[in-house]
Structure formats: structure tokens, C-alpha cells
């Protein structure tokens, strides 16, 4: 069965550190990837999204994404983190293949937290 | 770009009684709508499909009589939680498509469902 993991449940970073949120899953053909904020009692933001051609995939808020067929990962990385990145990171998956009708899988989630 | 409005942003109700979520594509045409369930501290579960006009399609372990769907036209869908109680107490989240790519997947801002 189709499946999305985020190993990590909670992270926590200093403000102005490098971070990187780790995604896998498991499709039988690579699949449509996705990242999506959510603060506190809100809806999901997109973050950026792979479809096919370039493997590093820019997006909004300064996070990058890099696909890697051999690992089946899709993780999302930040240079510098601020303060208000504090949120909820969501991957997901989607695959034209995956029987019956579409939709949108999401991992568990990753809580980030950021120390001043 | 693509905006979903989702009304109400939280409700509190009685035991027993029935609660209707909205879910509006405000600039484009939703062919496909999605419901989204999430729990505190846990990923986005998917509910049900539905698209204009037809039935919505039910994930395993959904109860359609409980949670009704209906997708009346190109940019409404609407949630209702019958007979509701406090284990329906969650996080409603609403997505909508316009066409069959993944690249339109947008979400509403959420509704917090609580079930006195």
C-alpha cells in the first residue's frame, strides 16, 4: 500500500540554524510530492511541490525540497530558520497509479519548534 | 491564485444534534472536493471524495450516514456531522481540485468542531 513517513515527530532548532525534515514513501511509481505548513488551528500552506525534472525544488519562505529516486525521499530544507517557521510540516503524496481514484496521502507530521 | 473558503472556522454543539460545514472554491471550479479529518497532534485523515454531481466515495471505517457530503455544484461542497457527539469532536478540513491534476489541490482554512 501507498504510504508517506516523517520519521521525525518533533524537532527542535535554534533561530538561524540549517534544517532539513525528512520525508520516504513508499509508491510504486514515483508519485507527485508536496509540503505543507500548518500553524495552530489553521488550514495547510503549500510549501512547494515535485513533479517531475529538476530534483531540487525551490518554494516560498525560503524551504527547498530535494527529490532522490534512490533513496524514495523527498526532504525539505531551510538554510537559515526564523522564529515564526514554528509550525506543523506535512508531506504528501499523491500517484495517478494508485488504483481506484486519486488522492492526497500525508505523513504523521513534524512538529518544529525554534529556541530564540 | 486559488482560494477555499471554509465556514464555519469553529463550532460548538449539543450532543445529538446536526452541524453543516461549508466548503466554497471562490475563483475556480472544484470538480473534485476532498474532507479531511485531523485530530490534535496527528496528520490529516481522509474522510471522503466527492465530485459534482455524484455520490462522495467513503474511506474504509467512514460512516456516510453520519458523515453526509454533498457537492451540489462546481464550487460548493458541504459537510454534514448528524447525530453528533463528543468522539466527533476534530478538525475539519476541506480541499478542492479544479480538473484531474494534482496541481490544484487547495485547502480551506479549517473548521474546529466541538460536541458538548
Known amino acids: 500500500a501507498q504510504s508517506v513517513t516523517q520519521p521525525d515527530i518533533h524537532i527542535t532548532v535554534s533561530e538561524g540554524a540549517s534544517l532539513e525534515l525528512r520525508c520516504n514513501y513508499s509508491y510504486g511509481a514515483t508519485p507527485y510530492l508536496f509540503w505543507y505548513v500548518q500553524s495552530p488551528g489553521q488550514g495547510l500552506q503549500l510549501l512547494l511541490k515535485y513533479f517531475s525534472g529538476d530534483t531540487l525544488v525551490q518554494g516560498i519562505k525560503g524551504f527547498e525540497a530535494e527529490f532522490k529516486r534512490s533513496q524514495s525521499s523527498f526532504n525539505l530544507r531551510k538554510p537559515s530558520v526564523h522564529w515564526s517557521d514554528a509550525a506543523e510540516y506535512f508531506c504528501a503524496a499523491y500517484s495517478q497509479f494508485s488504483g481506484g481514484y486519486n488522492k492526497l496521502i500525508f505523513g504523521a507530521g513534524t512538529r518544529l519548534a525554534v529556541h530564540p | 491564485g486559488a482560494v477555499v473558503s471554509q465556514h464555519p472556522s469553529w463550532v460548538i454543539c449539543k450532543s445529538g444534534?446536526?452541524?453543516?460545514?461549508?466548503?466554497?472554491?471562490?475563483?475556480?471550479?472544484?470538480?473534485?472536493?476532498?474532507?479531511?479529518?485531523?485530530?490534535?497532534?496527528?496528520?490529516?485523515?481522509?474522510?471522503?471524495?466527492?465530485?459534482?454531481?455524484?455520490?462522495?466515495?467513503?474511506?474504509?471505517g467512514v460512516e456516510k450516514d453520519k458523515f453526509l457530503i454533498n457537492h451540489a455544484s462546481l464550487t460548493l461542497s458541504t459537510l454534514t456531522v448528524t447525530s453528533a457527539h463528543p468522539e466527533d469532536s476534530s478538525f475539519y478540513i476541506c480541499s478542492a481540485r479544479g480538473g484531474d491534476s494534482p496541481r490544484g489541490y487547495t485547502f480551506g482554512s479549517g473548521t474546529r468542531l466541538t460536541v458538548v
Do not use: H
Open chain 2, 17 to 60: 444534534t446536526s452541524v453543516k460545514i461549508e466548503c466554497r472554491s471562490l475563483d475556480f471550479q472544484a470538480t473534485t472536493m476532498f474532507w479531511y479529518r485531523q485530530f490534535p497532534k496527528q496528520s490529516l485523515m481522509l474522510m471522503a471524495t466527492s465530485n459534482e454531481g455524484s455520490k462522495a466515495t467513503y474511506e474504509q
